[in-house]
Nanobody
């Protein structure tokens, strides 16, 4: 059974930083893409960042480019999202997702596996 478990969310002031973690288990993730999505209050779920587990190649939404960094630790089967220079607009529930492909896809419906989400709140 595939499980994705996020952690690391919380409350932070604008300009601060947080690191989210997503621990993956239940299958071989070596040829998957892992992604971070978020859903803010009253908003649709949107793509934030993606990383190919095999190559480490990353892709970011324009809104977070230069501020967020996705990475992975193959030994720990864990992906991370380092978030710097946080803004109130970054407030959302952040989800980790997995897609059985080496290509980063930004469409949420392509992802077969999802975590439960972790809340990130950025105060002004």
């Amino acid at each position: 059974q595939v499980q994705l478990v996020e952690s690391g969310g919380g409350l932070v002031q604008a300009g601060g930083s947080l690191t989210l973690s997503c621990a993956a288990s239940g299958r071989d993730f070596s040829r998957t893409t892992m992604a971070w999505f978020r859903q803010g209050p009253g908003k649709e779920r949107e793509f934030v960042a993606g990383i190919s587990w095999e190559t480490g190649a990353t892709y970011y939404a324009d809104s977070v480019k230069g501020r967020f960094t996705a990475s992975r630790d193959n030994d720990k089967n864990t992906v991370y999202l380092q978030m710097n220079s946080l803004k109130p607009d970054d407030t959302a529930v952040y989800y980790c997702a997995a897609h059985a492909s080496t290509v980063v896809i930004i469409t949420s419906r392509a992802y077969e596996y999802w975590g439960q989400g972790t809340q990130v709140t950025v105060s002004s």
